[in-house]
């Protein structure tokens, strides 16, 4: 399975990009396996006997200040609705979803099941369980993934609902992480990391492990994907598109407020690869990646932005270019920063971490890093000064920071600085401040400049 779905992406991605471009990231790829060898671990008896007691104090009625000893933002224990949108799932498939469900280790859910193939075997399924939380509709139309999913989060009566597919399914603290963390944030939106594993469910591969929220990386890709759990009150109010289906989790998110998203970095979602699942071979929703650039064109025209959104040279990533430029587009944004490389093209400098720490330092330019994040615009703690732009308004900030005017580098070249440690240690401080006053700080790896030594 995976050879042939590697061979698939190897020449999907040597269509679009080149010969030279394809054996960097097929090196990149198997460096990777080497080097990070993955296997999902299973919380252990003695973390589901924790989490079962947690629930269950919970359900009699005890506070979440009181189960989890800090304040909480939620005085109660939510419901979770499960919206699962089927047609004719693999039997095997199906009943591993459902069981996933009901072995959860927090119970208060409802799993709600709208069908809309032809074979019974879902319906079946769900007779067998006799479980009252399980909710099985068959729909008289086929409305897609957007009107199928809708039609169930209508009959959903929980505090908040989440997705998922019918040949998915969950890990067994997935619902207790995502509650813990709505009582203890209040959050409208949570999301978590996700695998894959193969049509058997017992192996697990290419782990997602996300950043916290990063508004620029979403505009870049749907990082979110799975698993996300929403505010029922909120999805109720902006349903899921049509016209964007395919992507319309992505078009969901880019909708909904940025103010109260939470991620839980715990991978709780298995995304079942098969030979029709995007997770296998991602040419088979090329329609998905579409919507998604359609979604994100309509995301900033209704926002009064105008932008080029285009295909990055990654399925599904988007590069979006603004008019005339980011910092007349978005008042948030403060400073751009690009990637610095050595005279072999290696990364040197450019996005770093609070303590300066180069992302993606020794990755040469034609490789993409885990997720294809090393190519990937996002927002970032601090950028190199060697290769960065700022918006006119932080000139006198530059100026009492570094000691000296701000000039533009020119393109290609990084700026001629010096004392490259201090340098660094200045970017962060002018990072930290401009962040501290509201900005956001954008890395973005086309911005390119080669330093001298």
Known sequence: MTVISDLRKTLSYAKR?????????AKERLRQRR????????????????QQSDYERLDAGETPDAVF????????????????????????????????????????????????????????????????????????????????????????????????????WLTRDALYEVAQAIMKTGAELVYTDEDKCDETGRFFFEPNIK???????????????????????????LKLRPQFDGAQDYDLVLRAPKSEIYHVPKVLYHWRSHSDSTAQNPENKNYAYDAGRRALEEYFAAAGIRVTVEDAKHMGFYRVSYEPD????????????????????????????????????GLHELESGPQHRADTIQDAPAVDARCMKIREELYSLYREVFG???????????????DTDMIVDKSLQFCAQARQMGYLIVWDPEMTGMADA
């Not at 990009?17 to 990231?25: C, I, R, S, V």
């Not at 369980?129 to 809708?150: A, F, M, Q, V, W």
């Not at 944004?333 to 690009?338: D, E, H, P």
């Not at 050595?342 to 993606?360: L, P, S």
């Open 17 to 25: 990009n080149g010969l030279k471009e394809t054996l960097y990231a």
């Open 35 to 50: 080097s990070l060898a993955y296997s999902y671990a299973a919380p252990d008896e003695g973390t589901i006997r924790i």
């Open 69 to 168: 000893r800090c304040p909480c933002k939620m005085l109660y224990a939510p419901v979770i609705s499960i919206l699962v949108p089927a047609y004719d799932p693999k039997r095997e498939y199906f009943e591993r979803l459902v069981r996933s469900v009901l072995e959860q280790t927090y119970g208060r859910f409802e799993l709600i099941i709208v069908d809309v193939g032809k074979k019974k075997d879902a319906e079946e399924v769900v007779l067998a369980c006799k479980d009252p939380r399980i909710h099985y509709y068959r729909l008289t139309s086929n409305e897609g993934i957007s009107g199928n999913t809708n039609a169930a989060a209508a009959y959903a009566e929980g505090d908040y609902v989440t997705f998922l597919d019918h040949d998915d």
């Open 211 to 237: 950043p916290d929220f990063n508004l620029d990386y979403l505009y870049s890709n749907n990082y979110i994907c799975h698993l996300l759990v929403m505010k029922r009150e909120l999805f109720l109010a």
């Open 326 to 361: 980011i910092f007349t587009a978005r008042r948030e944004v403060g400073a751009v920063g690009g990637r610095i490389l050595d005279r072999k093209h290696r990364i040197i400098g450019g996005m770093m971490d609070i303590h300066g720490n180069v992302a993606y330092e």
């Open 404 to 418: 000296f005017e701000y000039k533009e580098p020119d393109p290609g070249t990084a700026a001629i600085l010096p």
